[in-house]
T-cell receptor
């Protein structure tokens, strides 16, 4: 059974720092992995989607990497800003058409 | 603008009442999902539908019911049989297998918060 873990549960950094959020999964036979952002009381916003054949995806200051063999993905945020404060969730899909399995998220706080 | 609309945003229910949460999408997606989010427990799948007139139970379907009569609509009914209905409910969609090429990217609505009084 696929399990997704995100550590740490919470992270606080000063503005301007580069930071890495971690996501690990137990079954390496995945179809894709998706990173989301959630602001308090809001829905999830898709940030990056990595297919199983890809090693990384980039969007602006965000870069997500995928290492299936080790069961890990990282989300790199460059030059963090207070507006990046939110909860970041990763989710794994095991096969096309299958359901997403979510981690519990990392709550990020970027202090001015 | 294309997207997923959930309503109402906030809903209060007395014990013993059924309530229905609306989810409408104009993305022309075939697959739709309902998730429940509780503090400290992450997102859990309630029901999902890959195509019109078909749906499957997720991990926590007990006390919930759905219908999928139209491609754009996937309402969720929280019945009186649901023991702990107070939660944040999220609807999502993805192009789906019936749509041909499917990247599998999931898109979410803004959520509905249900509180049982």
């Amino acid at each position: 059974k696929q399990e997704v873990t995100q550590i740490p549960a919470a992270l606080s950094v000063p503005e301007g720092e580069n930071l890495v959020l971690n996501c690990s999964f137990t079954d390496s036979a995945i179809y894709n992995l998706q990173w989301f952002r959630q602001d308090p009381g809001k829905g999830l916003t898709s940030l990056l989607l990595i297919q199983s054949s890809q090693r990384e995806q980039t969007s602006g200051r965000l870069n997500a990497s995928l290492d299936k063999s080790s069961g890990r993905s990282t989300l790199y945020i460059a030059a963090s800003q207070p507006g990046d404060s939110a909860t970041y969730l990763c989710a794994v899909r095991n096969n096309q058409g299958g359901k997403l399995i979510f981690g519990q998220g990392t709550e990020l706080s970027v202090k001015p | 603008d294309g997207g997923i609309t959930q309503s109402p945003k906030y809903l209060f229910r007395k014990e013993g009442q059924n309530v229905t949460l609306s989810c409408e999408q104009n993305l022309n997606h075939d697959a739709m999902y309902w998730y429940r989010q509780d503090p400290g427990q992450g997102l859990r799948l309630i029901y999902y539908s890959q195509i019109v007139n078909d749906f499957q139970k997720g991990d926590i379907a007990e006390g919930y019911s759905v219908s999928r009569e139209k491609k754009e609509s996937f309402p969720l009914t929280v019945t009186s049989a649901q023991k702990n209905p107070t939660a944040f409910y999220l609807c999502a969609s993805t192009p789906g297998l019936a749509g041909g090429q499917d990247t599998g990217e999931l898109f979410f609505g803004e959520g509905s918060r249900l509180t049982v009084l």
